[in-house]
Structure formats: structure tokens, C-alpha cells
């Protein structure tokens, strides 16, 4: 059974950063591409980055030069750093691999 847990959530103020991971189990990791999503306050969920088996990473345009998606197939991890952040990254943020593999998610908050 494919499990994938995010954590390194919280909140903090404006221009601060933080680093979510996404610890994968009971799946080979590498061989599938993994995205971070979020889905603020009443909006839907959206693509913010996305990384393939061989470490190609593509980006939302609203976080590009501020965020970091990065992977370790060793660890069966991938990641997001997150820098500069703004009130409007706010939401809950989901690591998915391949076509339907979703976490629970991670809260982030950013006031202002």
C-alpha cells in the first residue's frame, strides 16, 4: 500500500521560510515524477512545482525563484524548500507521486 506523509508545516511571518518533506513508503519512489500542490482558502488545488524520475523541475510561475523542489530516491523523500514566502502561499500543501498518490497534507500559514 502506497503511503505518503508530509510534515515541516506551520506558520510564519511574511518573507520567511520553510522546508516540507514527503516520506514515501510501499512504492519504488523513483520511478515516479513528484509535484507539490497546495489549495489556499477558498480556492482549488494547484500545481506550485514538480520534479521527474531524472530530477527535471518546473515550476508555477507565482513561486518561481522562491521555491526549491528536490528529491532523494535513497530516502524515498522529496522536498520543498520554501523561501520569501507571502501571505497568498497560504494553504494546505499535498506531495503527489505518479498519477494518484496523494498525502494528507501540510498547513501553511503566512501572515503578514
Known amino acids: 500500500q502506497v503511503q505518503l506523509v508530509e510534515s515541516g508545516g506551520g506558520s510564519v511571518q511574511a518573507g520567511g521560510s520553510l522546508r516540507l518533506s514527503c516520506v514515501a513508503s510501499?512504492?519504488?519512489?523513483?520511478?515516479?515524477?513528484m509535484g507539490w500542490h497546495r489549495q489556499g482558502p477558498g480556492k482549488q488545488r494547484e500545481l506550485v512545482a514538480h520534479?521527474?524520475?531524472?530530477?527535471?523541475?518546473t515550476y508555477a510561475d507565482s513561486v518561481k525563484g522562491r521555491f526549491t523542489i528536490s528529491r532523494d530516491n535513497a530516502k524515498n523523500t522529496g522536498h520543498l524548500q520554501m523561501n520569501s514566502l507571502k501571505p497568498e502561499d497560504t494553504g494546505v500543501y499535498y506531495c503527489?507521486?505518479?498519477?494518484?498518490?496523494w498525502g494528507q497534507g501540510t498547513q501553511v500559514t503566512v501572515s503578514s
Open positions: 510501499g512504492t519504488i519512489f523513483s520511478i515516479y515524477g
Open positions: 520534479i521527474t524520475t531524472d530530477g527535471k523541475t
Open positions: 503527489k507521486i505518479g498519477i494518484g498518490y
